[in-house]
């Protein structure tokens, strides 16, 4: 089984309906209370059905409080090397949050697939991860080359005095969600892709430079400053937008209380 969406509300089935798409062979496991549905598996008690599937599940994305699946997976955990990806997702699709087997078993990864999926803040508490404190926003025409755009935000950093290990995503709009130069400029960077909620990079307009060119293919006023603004928490801009070989990039760095 490649992966498995445990859930126990009428909220948290949506949740796992949407998430269907994402996730390839995933099953889908419905507490008994929830109405009977086609291609769902019905469940009493999470302990069990935690202990049934763990050893046999690529990944398994709980919908619900994070104790019930803290509790639910204790008795499973063996070693990081074999343990399956276990992310937390609350029944708001608010958070989605790694919580086992982070780097080694591919939590990280998937709680980023699923945030993107859900347009959720991902929360991944990892020291390597966690302390990376910069965003590149990225906006591109459709077709762009992995090359060009990979080009593109090294150069951008450089101008901008940072160096690519710092790079925490690469941010940008929905509508580049399937944008295969994009996604293959991040896997040679090595740097995560999020693509982030209109409605959320709608609240940067007021600092950002609008373009007249974006505005008048999709509903916002910019992407590559907004995405890099809203990616991260209490951001500024690093390196405002810079439009290189045709894609634009924008730097932004968070403010950490640690790095005060």
């Given at each position: 089984m490649k992966s498995a969406i445990v859930t126990f509300s009428p909220q948290g089935a949506a949740l796992a309906r949407r998430l269907q798409a994402l996730l390839p062979d995933c099953r889908l496991f419905f507490h008994e209370r929830l109405p009977k549905a086609s291609g769902v598996e019905r469940f009493k008690h999470v302990t069990d059905l935690t202990r049934r599937i763990f050893s046999s599940a690529h990944?398994?994305?709980?919908?619900?409080?994070?104790?019930?699946?803290?509790?639910?997976?204790?008795?499973?955990?063996?070693?990081?090397?074999?343990?399956?990806?276990?992310?937390?997702?609350?029944?708001?699709?608010?958070?989605?949050v790694s919580l086992l087997s982070g780097h080694q078993g591919g939590a990280n990864e998937l709680t980023l697939n699923v945030a993107n999926a859900l347009g959720a803040e991902p929360v991944i508490s990892t020291t390597t991860e966690a302390v990376k404190t910069v965003t590149v926003g990225v906006g591109c025409r459709r077709g762009a080359s992995a090359a060009r755009i990979a080009?593109?935000?090294?150069?951008?950093?450089?101008?901008?005095?940072?160096?690519?290990?710092?790079?925490?995503?690469?941010?940008?709009?929905?509508?580049?969600?399937?944008?295969?130069?994009?996604?293959?400029?991040?896997?040679?960077?090595?740097?995560?892709?999020?693509?982030?909620?209109?409605?959320?990079?709608?609240?940067?307009?007021?600092?950002?430079?609008?373009?007249?060119?974006?505005?008048?293919?999709?509903?916002?006023?910019?992407v590559a400053e907004p995405a890099a603004l809203t990616s991260g928490r209490n951001t500024r801009l690093a390196l405002g937008r810079q439009i290189i070989n045709g894609v634009t990039i924008a730097v932004a760095r968070e403010n950490c209380p640690w790095s005060a």
């Open positions: 990944g398994i994305v709980y919908i619900g409080p994070v104790g019930i699946a803290a509790r639910a997976v204790a008795g499973c955990i063996r070693r990081k090397s074999s343990d399956p990806a276990v992310v937390v997702v609350d029944a708001g699709g608010r958070f989605a080009h593109a935000v090294r150069t951008g950093l450089k101008r901008a005095g940072i160096g690519a290990k710092s790079v925490r995503w690469l941010a940008t709009a929905e509508i580049k969600r399937h944008e295969p130069g994009l996604r293959k400029a991040a896997r040679q960077l090595g740097i995560p892709l999020r693509i982030m909620p209109d409605w959320l990079m709608l609240r940067a307009d007021n600092e950002v430079t609008p373009s007249d060119f974006v505005k008048s293919k999709i509903n916002l006023s910019a």
